[in-house]
Structures are given as C-alpha cells and as structure tokens.
Nanobody, 120 residues
Framework: QVQLVESGGGLVQAGGSLRLSCAAS????????MGWYRQAPGKQRELVAA???????IYADSVKGRFTISRDNAKRTVYLQMNSLKPEDTAVFYC??????????????WGQGTQVTVSS
C-alpha cells in the first residue's frame, strides 16, 4: 500500500516562509516525477511545481523566484520551500507522484493535502 503523507502547512503572515514535505511509503521500487499542486476555495487545482527523478524542475509563473521544489530520493521525500508568501498563496497544497512502481504494479498517487493560510 503506497501512501504520500504531507506535512509542514500552517498559518503564516504575508512575507513569511513555510516548508512543505511529502514522504512516500510502501513497497516502492521507483518514483518518477513528483509535484506540488494547490487548490484555493472556489478554484481549480493547479500545478505549483514539479521535479523529475533526475532533478529537473518546472514552476508556475506565479511562484517563480519565491518557491523551490527539491527531493531526496533516498528518503523518498519531496519538499517545497515557500518564501515571500502572499495571501493569494492560501490554499490546500497536495503532493502528487506521477508514477510509483511497486512489486504489485505502477500508478499515480496523491497525498491528503495540507492547508497553507497566509494572513495579510
């Protein structure tokens, strides 16, 4: 049973920082691309940042220069360092693994989400 467990969300003032973590657990052989998405109230879920197994990254224009995605393959963990947070960053942040290969097969997985609230 594969699980993605996020942590690190919370309440922060505008201009502050938070670091999200997402750890994968289970009988995992390989993890391909991983990413962070967010969904604000009344809005569609959107890609924030993604990272390949080799470390290549992409970012949404709205977070470029403020957020940094990284991963530790040995720990099966992906991180999102968020600096200079703005009230419009308030959302539930979700971790996603595009393809996790286990002894039983392969598939994509989502975490349960972690709330990030930025006060003005």
């Amino acid at each position: 049973q594969v699980q993605l467990v996020e942590s690190g969300g919370g309440l922060v003032q505008a201009g502050g920082s938070l670091r999200l973590s997402c750890a994968a657990s289970g009988s995992i052989l390989t993890i391909n691309d991983m990413g962070w998405y967010r969904q604000a109230p009344g809005k569609q879920r959107e890609l924030v940042a993604a990272i390949s197994s080799g470390g290549s990254t992409i970012y949404a224009d709205s977070v470029k220069g403020r957020f940094t995605i990284s991963r530790d393959n040995a720990k099966r963990t992906v991180y999102l360092q968020m600096n200079s947070l703005k009230p419009e960053d308030t959302a539930v942040f979700y971790c996603k693994a595009d393809r996790i290969v286990t002894r039983g097969g392969a598939g994509g997985y989502w975490g349960q989400g972690t709330q990030v609230t930025v006060s003005s």
